[in-house]
Structure formats: C-alpha cells, structure tokens
C-alpha cells in the first residue's frame, strides 16, 4: 500500500498515510497519459489563426501588362504567391483542434498521475486547510514547515472549494489551488509536491464503499 508524508494542520510532521488503494493503486498507464495530456494541451488551443489567400489580398483586379512583347515574364495577377503582398499557399485557417476522450480513459489517467507523484514520493497529506482570514504570510509558512516551500510547482488539492485558502495562496507564484474533484492527470503532473487534504482521500473511500455495497 501507498503511503504519504503526514502533516497537522499546524504542519506538524505526524505518521505516514496510507493512502487509499481506490485511487492510488500502483498502476501508471503511460500510453493512456500521452494520449489525455495530448488532448488537454489540444483542448487549449484556440485556433483563430488566419493568413490571407490570393482571394483575400487587395489588388490584382487586372494583368499587371500584357501577355507578349514585353520581355518579361507573364503574369496574371500581382495577387500570386510569388509576388510580394500576394496570398499566401497552404497557410494556417481557422479551424477546431479539440479532441475527446473516454471519461474512463481520462479516469485511468488521473489515476496513473497520482500513482506517479506516490512512487515519486511527492505526495503530502494535510490533516485540513483552513485560514481564518486569507494571510499569504501564514500559507506561506506552512508550507515551510512542510519542506515545499521551494518546490518548482505545488498543486494544493482541498476538500471541496474553499475562498480563504485559496486567497491565502493564490499570490504565490509557484502554487495552484484546486478542489481534489477537478484535478486533472495534466495538472497532477505538472506539480512537483501536491498537497492533499485528508479528507478529500477519505472521501474517495467511501465513494468507493458505496459504489461497491
């Protein structure tokens, strides 16, 4: 069984965490993880790019000379692609770059992303987070206590939403808050400690329970 570092909520070390095996249980599909993260990345892009054709530039209404007894070259429209200012061949057009995946591959993915954060030793389990008022100087500490604090990437998973912790946090710039449902595999990998409140993993337990009673 998986376990984790355990912190108080005062940040306190306490025993490790036995994470539970509905959601970490070792398996990390790395094809399925390419293939999710591929189409997140796809899902962002917006596609407005746009570059004109030889139907979109101005001018070219008539030959620019004749066609014989000039010496040159003939042309038909200063709107060609040769020409300086004419349209551009095979350029990009708007167009949808979206791509949809199962949403149990995308399960199985999420699940492989935090079996690999486990394996990696980057998962921290907080008893709760909880700020009387949004304070950055008290988030900021506690993640001191809890050795983070200089981590390229922390991702705050809590119970649910919750304003204060994540005013507490939001102006520091290596840390993301999220509720422990909307996190995705692609932001799961993209941290390098993820800290998860205990009882958000207690619920995935007894979700687990209820699916299975």
């Not at 993880?33 to 962002?44: E, G, S």
């Not at 999420?110 to 954060?117: D, E, G, L």
């Not at 389990?125 to 008022?133: G, K, Q, S």
């Not at 390229?152 to 509720?179: A, H, I, Q």
């Amino acid at each position: 069984m998986a376990t984790a570092r355990f912190f108080n909520a005062a940040g306190e070390p306490g025993d490790a965490f036995e994470l539970p095996t509905e959601l970490f249980d070792g398996v990390i599909n790395e094809p399925v993880l390419h293939q999710v993260i591929k189409a997140y990345l796809a899902n962002q892009r917006q596609g407005t790019h746009a570059t004109k054709t030889r139907a979109n530039v101005s001018g070219g209404a008539r030959k620019p000379w004749r066609q014989k007894g000039t010496g040159r070259a003939r042309q038909g429209s200063i709107r060609a692609p040769h020409w300086r200012g004419g349209g551009i061949v095979f350029g990009p057009h708007p167009r949808s770059y979206h791509q949809d995946v199962p949403r149990k591959v995308k399960a199985l993915a999420r699940r492989s992303a935090f079996n690999q954060r486990a394996n990696n030793e980057e998962i921290v389990v907080i008893e709760r987070l909880a700020f009387d008022t949004p304070k950055t100087k008290e988030a900021l500490s506690l993640l001191g206590r809890m050795g983070v604090a200089d981590a390229k990437r922390v991702l705050v998973l809590t119970d649910g939403s919750k304003d204060t912790v994540l005013r507490s946090f939001r102006n520091l710039p290596n840390v993301e808050v999220l509720p422990f449902s909307q996190a995705s595999a692609y932001v799961v990998l993209k941290a390098r400690q993820v800290i998860i409140e205990q009882s958000a993993l207690e619920a995935v337990g007894r979700t687990a329970e209820a699916v299975n009673a």
